[in-house]
């Protein structure tokens, strides 16, 4: 198995900008993890799917940032507009249903809004 | 509030020696501990978890323990090998998420 696909790896944006970051789950697994790390909160989840539907978004930071899953093999994470403060590397992760803990994580997006 | 604690950003170990990482948490709910080990320009990998009922879980030379009472929890590497070398995210499971300490760097001398 490939593992857990993000894509950019790396994304430089200027502020006011929109991006968006991809990502692809390991086949089979039905959870799949928006995490944002920062040196100064750690690594924090941002919202999470069960079977493409979201389940929890209470750590989306406010209104520019929107994820979507539209089907099983493919979620993105949209910040519109980017701002300098939302520099930071975006992991995904995905999990099977019986073992939710055991979060596969993906190398991450490494984010740079100028 | 910072419920899952790593008090210590960095270690330092002596190849061949135990390596001691540590976390404390606040929050009595939670009901899985796990260890994720990170090597830079990677994403976390998960290495081994806990069920809140028992006190420890081994798997070859990585030993987790649970002290509930203290909600403390250590993670064990013995003997410490230069591959160990990386950041150690303690995480703890409670209302079907994660939460993540800050990260210890733990660093093996040869």
């Known amino acids: 198995d490939a593992g857990v696909i993000q894509s950019p790896r790396h994304e430089v944006t200027e502020m006011g900008q929109e991006v968006t970051l991809r990502c692809k789950p390991i086949s089979g697994h039905d959870y799949l993890f928006w995490y944002r790390q920062t040196m100064m909160r750690g690594l924090e989840l941002l919202i999470y799917?069960?079977?493409?539907?979201?389940?929890?978004d209470s750590g989306m930071p406010e209104d520019r940032f929107s994820a979507k899953m539209p089907n099983a093999s493919f979620s993105t994470l949209k910040i519109q507009p980017s701002e300098p403060r939302d520099s930071a590397v975006y992991f995904c992760?995905?999990?099977?249903?019986?073992?939710?803990?055991?979060?596969?994580f993906g190398p991450g997006t490494r984010l740079t809004v100028t | 509030d910072q419920q899952v604690k790593q008090n210590s950003p960095s270690l330092s170990v002596q190849e061949g020696r135990i390596s001691i990482l540590n976390c404390d948490y606040t929050n009595s709910m939670f009901d899985y501990f796990l260890w994720y080990k990170k090597y830079p320009a990677e994403g976390p990998t998960f290495l081994i978890s806990?069920?809140?009922?028992?006190d420890k879980n081994e798997d070859g030379r990585f030993t987790v323990f649970l002290n509930k009472s203290a909600k403390h929890l250590s993670l064990h590497i013995v003997p410490s090998q230069p591959g160990d070398s990386a950041v150690y995210f303690c995480a703890a499971r409670g209302a079907q998420k994660l939460v993540f300490g800050q990260g210890t760097r733990l660093t093996i001398n040869p």
């Open positions: 799917f069960n079977n493409n539907v979201p389940i929890d």
């Open positions: 992760a995905s999990s099977s249903p019986d073992r939710f803990h055991e979060q596969y």
């Open positions: 806990i069920s809140s009922i028992k």
